[in-house]
């Protein structure tokens, strides 16, 4: 019975240790000045932005694409041809496949190709504003910690290296009024 004690006291020792050293694990956080919030703000803004525009531009695209397929039944596997001219499926019956080919309107060949441009544009948009924001973060990370140990190297869009500390090497969320940042 005594040695039954001795190992529930031994086990709940143990617990509340494990708890109060996990309690003592404590977070970085940055605070951002004025500046550094209405940058963020901006820098977060145009991603968000660039986002959105990329969901409409695939959203127009799919439903020009849905339109076309129910409007023309016997192409399934529809493409269309990179000069917007016809609408194809190749039936893979064997060899030799065979190609249905529809020729696409002169309307329909300028809503595909104005589209199919506008999702090219907003990919290329988005992948700015990421490189952006990529760019802020760590600019910023290594302003704030030049010393840091263990440090992980990042390349910047123009080929700039910085080091950024280990713990921050996947950036920071920021918090709604952009005043504060936390490791990711």
Do not use: C
């Amino acid at each position: 019975m005594r040695k039954i004690t001795i190992l529930v006291a031994l086990a709940f020792s143990l617990v509340l240790f494990a708890r109060l050293s996990s309690a003592q694990r404590l977070s970085p956080v940055i605070h951002l000045s004025d500046a550094e919030a209405v940058e963020a703000k901006k820098v977060m803004e145009t991603y968000r932005m660039a986002k959105d525009r990329v969901n409409r531009a695939m959203i127009s695209w799919r439903s020009f694409y849905q339109g076309y397929q129910a409007a023309h039944p016997e192409l399934a596997n529809l493409r269309i041809s990179s000069d917007f001219r016809v609408a194809f499926s190749v039936k893979q019956l064997g060899e030799p496949n065979e190609a249905t080919v529809v020729e696409l309107s002169p309307e329909e060949r300028q809503q595909a190709e104005s589209r199919h441009r506008e999702t090219v544009e907003s990919e290329a948009a988005l992948e700015t504003a990421r490189a952006n924001w990529h760019d802020f973060q760590y600019k910023l990370l290594a302003g704030r910690f030049p010393n840091a140990e263990s440090p992980v190297t990042k390349i910047l869009t123009g080929g700039q290296t910085v080091a950024v500390p280990n713990q921050w090497q996947s950036g920071f969320a920021l918090t709604p009024d952009f005043r504060l940042a936390v490791p990711n």
